[in-house]
């Protein structure tokens, strides 16, 4: 069975930095789309930002120019570059990845637990 593990949140200053890491385990043919989300307390989970097959990227508008998002297809993992964090970034996140194929199973979806980070002002 495959399952995402988030890691790399945690407690910073505004204007800091912190890079979140999400891989896939069990043996995976191939990943479509991965992406990052994010849940503050009493707010809808929200797009952070996508990464395709292909390579092209998305973001939401209020993290452009801030955040980068790049995978590592070798090593099923995706990562989020978070610069200059502001206090309205606290939230958890989590990752997701999309049309996940193993040998013989498809998943539609798959999800991290979530990692929280906390921006301080």
């Known amino acids: 069975q495959v399952q995402l593990v988030e890691s790399g949140g945690g407690l910073v200053q505004a204007g800091g930095s912190l890079r979140l890491s999400c891989a896939a385990s069990?043996?995976?043919?191939?990943?479509?789309?991965m992406g990052w989300y994010r849940q503050a307390p009493g707010k809808q989970r929200e797009l952070v930002a996508n990464?395709?097959?292909?390579?092209?990227?998305d973001y939401a508008d209020s993290v452009k120019g801030r955040f980068n998002i790049s995978r590592d297809n070798a090593k099923n993992t995706v990562y989020l570059q978070m610069n200059s964090l502001k206090p309205e970034d606290t939230s958890v996140y989590y990752c997701q990845f999309r049309a996940v194929f193993t040998r013989t199973v498809r998943y539609n979806e798959l999800w991290g637990r979530g990692t929280l980070v906390t921006v301080s002002s």
């Open positions: 990464i395709f097959s292909d390579g092209s990227t």
């Open positions: 069990g043996s995976i043919f191939s990943i479509n789309a």
